[in-house]
Every structure is written in C-alpha cells, then in structure tokens.
C-alpha cells in the first residue's frame, strides 16, 4: 500500500488507531484480515464480498471492514453481511476511498446488509471520501439494508464529503418491536457532482422509532436529490429532517414522504433548504473570522 | 478610545430619503461605561451597527485608538478590539456553544475555561457547551450565550445591543455587576435604569440626533420623564 493509499484509509477508517478487527480490500482484492473469537469474518464463495458473523453478547468490539479504490478504471462490487447476534454492542466502520485523475474513472458498489438480533446496540459508521481532480469520474453507489430486532438500537452515520462525482446511495431498512434506528448523513457536493440519496424505513413493530437528519451542502454546480419515505404500521414514531445549503450554482431536491398505515403511527418530516444567512456569517466576522473563514466553519459545523 | 463624527445614516422608503441618523457626534473614553436610550425607532441599534460595521453610514467618520475605521471590514474592528453582542442572537444549525467560544477567544478553550465565560451570564456551564447554538434554546439562554462570546472574546469596546432583554433577575444582576467592573470600554444600548444609574454617560436619542446626553444625575428628569416610565424600565 502506497502513501496515498494509506492516507485514504486512515481517512474512511480511522485505522491508524490499529483496530482488533478488520477487513481491507484494496483495489478489488483482500489484503489484511484480523478476527477474534467473538468476530469472525468470512469471504463470500460465490460472489466478491464478505460475511461478518458477530457472537451473541459481544461488547465493546470494532469491526473496521475500509475499501480503497487507488486504480483507474476499477468498477469494484461487494456484498458485505453483517449477522449480528443479540444482546451485541459493537462498532462497525465502514467506508471507501477512491481516488483517480485524468481521463479515467473508478467505481465501488457496496451492498452491506445488517441483520441484528435483539437487544443489540450497533453504531455504524461510514465514510466517503474521493480524491482527484475534476476530469476523473469517481462513482459510490453504497446500498445499505438494515433489519433490526426487536429492543435493538442502530445509530449510523453517513458522510460523503466532496470528491465523489455521481453517487447513488441507497438505504432500506425494517424495524422490529421498540426497535431504534438513528441515521445521520452529511453530504457535500461540488463542481458537477451528483448525488442521489434514497431511503425506505418501515417502522413494523409496535413502538419502533427512526430519527433521519439530512444535512446537505451543494456548491459549484453540482446537485443532490433526498428521497425518504417512512411508513408507519404499528404505532410507532417516525422523524425525517432534512437541511441543505445551496451556494453558486448548487441545487437540492427534497422529497419527503410519510405513510400511516395504522392510527397510532406519528410521523413528522421538516425540511429547510437555503443559503447561508447573511446574519450568521456577520455573527463571526463580529468575532474576527474573515467572510471566507466565517463560511467554512459554518458549513463545517453544519456538517458535523 | 472612540469618536463619531457627523454620522448621517438615510435610507430610501417609498421612494423618499429617510433620516435614520442625522449628523450625530460623540466619544467615548478608555473604560467607560456608556449607556444609548432613547424611544423604538430612534436609531440606536442603527448607531450600534455602525460603529460594528454591520452598516455603512451615509456620511460621517468613526475613529477608533484615533484611526479612521470608517471603511474598514467588520472582521478587522474585531480585530481590533470591537465587540458586538446582538439585540437578536443569531442561531447556528451545528455549530456549538463551545464552538463559538473558541471562535470568539481565537484558541481551543479547555472545558474548564469555556465554562467559566457561560458561568459568568449564569448559565450552569457544563449543561450548555456542547449544545448547538439553535432554536431548542431559548431567547434567555440565547442571549446569555452571545454575552458569554464577548467575554470570551476580550475585547476593548464591547457593544452590547439591549443586553437585558430576555434574561431574568438573577442575570440581569449578574450583567450590572459587569457593566459596572470598569475593566473594559462598554456601549450598551438599554432602556434599564439601573444600568443607566451607572452609566458614565447617557446618550439620549430621539429621531435619529442626540437630544440630550450626560450623567444619569444631569439627566435623571429628563429620563426619567421620557424614556424610563414610559418604556417600564425598572429591572
């Protein structure tokens, strides 16, 4: 793995903290693999991909499975299954880095599937990165299916900041009884990227909650599409929320759906989509901040 | 430490010039405590921003430390000292209270630290600093916050635009106590007599000019005839 490699997998990883557990695949091939007696992880015989199989009462683990996409003209797939035990508390950290430059283009599709028993709780986080210039094509287009028990917790986070340049990513999931499902996702897109960000929950058990924050920023001329839909069939709570910043010549579509399917399912969408208030970027020219550094920490903050 | 200078400030209002500010002059010395009251509409936030540099005055000049800052950017008065506290604080989705504490003190306050800025409004510190400075707090705490950032920020000048309004007894106490430390310059524009009894000086604005201005003794009547009993200003 070259220096640049490295850096992209610190990055989506955080592995410079050398985990316990982990699975890296570098250009469409395994290359390092670490398990224990309550994590193994096995590779898929008919197809590219991996089973991570968690032991019922694993606490307190890290399972980082990074992908980096260093090559030109790489189209990497993967199916990634999680089989998660009950009463686990773990860490999962996913992610990819693609890089290229040039005429040319690389792709990854990562399909992670969860199925996590009962009385779990999860966090899951992933990251994209790219990195390149402006002539390259760097393509994500990560699909996530979540089933989750009942009493179990999954909080996700999901960033794709900047680099990537067409990305359609996908997330489906299906609650169970009291079942929690926490999604926060943070999205910046520039130049011509496009993005594409799709979500299906289906709150089944009684009592099953989801909280969805979208934050979004689309600068240059790229554009961003948010499509949720929550369906309530029990009762149940449901809150989608999404937020966006438009500059130059971005541009965000929202569309947000909520379906009761019983009397007793609460279901609430907002969505706010603007520029960056004049207010607050003299609200920290006021504490020193010059107008350019006043809308960088703004949007970092914003995407947090 | 600062001077106005024949500030005119006119806007255009169904096609006809108004005078917000016309032709106002003064100056404050290193130190003082210098209170603006005056009716709604008679211009003090417009002054207060000004001398911020949140607007740009039709005429006139402002010196700070005695150099022309007339034209000069926001983020370099700040630079140089000035401090802005705004009559409605400005809420951030994301950015935290710790966040803006660092901006504001220009380093990466310790836990302790920053608490002890949110501790000095009478705010229990520890319950605040990694919120988010947004619309789940409320317009007393919001307004705590932004005096927080001016501590926090050191200043030399510290503008503070109707600083009182929102929070409760204890703060606004609290806030007297301040005001009336004397360490730094403060210009705050209030309605409240008990900050106006220990102002330095009282400006006193009408329509846009200075119609009176002095100590709270040389103008107590005056006052308290015109501004303080019609308005309900005892704390």
Redesign the interface.
């Known amino acids: 793995m070259n220096e640049a490699e490295k850096k992209l997998l610190e990055e989506v990883s955080a592995l410079h903290e050398i985990p316990q557990i982990y699975n890296i695949r570098l250009n469409g091939k395994l290359v390092a693999r670490a398990v224990d007696s309550d994590v193994n992880i096995e590779s898929k015989a008919d197809k590219d991909g991996i089973n991570i199989y968690v032991k019922q009462g694993t606490k307190n683990k890290s399972v980082h499975i990074p992908v980096i996409v260093s090559q030109k003209d790489i189209k990497d797939k993967v199916f990634n299954d999680f089989y998660i035990e009950d009463n686990c508390d773990i860490l999962i950290v996913a992610g990819c880095g693609i890089s290229c430059n040039g005429n040319s283009s690389a792709g990854h599709n990562g399909i992670h599937s969860f199925y996590i028993g009962k009385n779990c709780n999860v966090r899951y986080v992933e990251k994209h990165i790219g990195d390149g210039d402006n002539l390259a094509k760097r393509e994500l287009d990560p699909v996530t299916n979540i089933v989750l028990g009942e009493n179990s917790t999954l909080k996700m986070e999901t960033s794709q900041l900047r680099g990537v340049t067409r990305s359609i990513r996908t997330t489906k999931a299906t609650l169970d009884k009291n079942a929690k499902l926490f999604i926060k996702e943070s999205m910046l897109t520039d130049d011509k990227d496009f993005v594409r960000s799709v979500f299906d929950v289906e709150l089944n058990g009684m009592d099953s909650k989801v909280d969805i924050v979208s ?1 979004s920023v689309a600068q240059g001329s790229s554009r961003q599409e948010f499509v949720s839909t929550v369906s309530g069939k029990n009762k149940c709570f449901g809150h989608v929320e999404c ?1 966006g910043i438009v500059s130059d010549g971005g541009m965000i579509l929202s569309t947000p759906t909520i379906v009761a399917e019983d009397k007793d399912a609460m279901l609430v969408h907002e969505a706010a989509i603007g520029k960056i ?1 004049d ?2 970027i ?10 350019e550094d006043a809308e960088r ?2 949007i ?5 | 430490m600062l001077e106005l200078q024949n500030i005119c400030y006119e806007i255009v209002e169904n096609n006809k010039k108004k005078k917000i500010l016309d032709n106002v002059s003064l100056s404050i010395a290193d130190g003082e405590l210098v209170v603006i009251t005056g009716p709604n509409g008679s211009g003090k936030s417009t002054l207060s921003k000004i001398i ?1 540099g ?1 607007i740009k005055p039709t005429s006139g000049k402002i010196l700070y430390k005695g150099k022309d800052i007339t034209n000069i ?3 370099e008065r ?2 140089m000292g000035i ?2 506290a ?1 009559q409605q604080p ?1 809420q ?5 209270v710790k ?2 504490i660092d ?2 003190s ?1 380093k990466k306050n310790t836990v302790i630290e920053a608490c002890e800025f949110l501790s000095k409004v009478g705010l229990c510190a520890r319950e605040y600093i990694d919120r ?1 400075l947004d619309s789940k707090l409320s317009g007393g705490e919001l307004k705590r916050i932004e005096l927080a ?1 001016v501590l926090a ?1 050191n200043g030399e000048l510290n503008i503070c635009d109707e600083p009182e309004a929102g929070i409760d007894l204890w703060s606004f106490d609290a806030l007297v106590r301040l005001f009336g430390e004397r360490t730094k310059t403060y210009l705050v524009i209030s309605h409240q007599k008990r900050l106006i009894e220990i102002a330095d000086k009282i400006i006193l604005l009408k329509n846009g000019v200075i119609d009176a201005q002095g100590d709270f003794k040389n103008l107590q009547d005056k006052l308290t005839n015109q501004v303080c009993d019609r308005l309900g200003g005892e704390a």
Request: aromatic share 8%.
């Open positions: 934050r937020d208030s207010s607050q003299e609200k920290l020219m006021t504490l020193g901040l010059s107008k920490e703004i970092n903050g914003f995407l947090r | 911020m949140l950017s926001i983020c700040a630079k401090s802005f705004f400005v951030f989705k994301g950015l935290t966040d803006l901006i504001a220009c988010p950032l920020k």
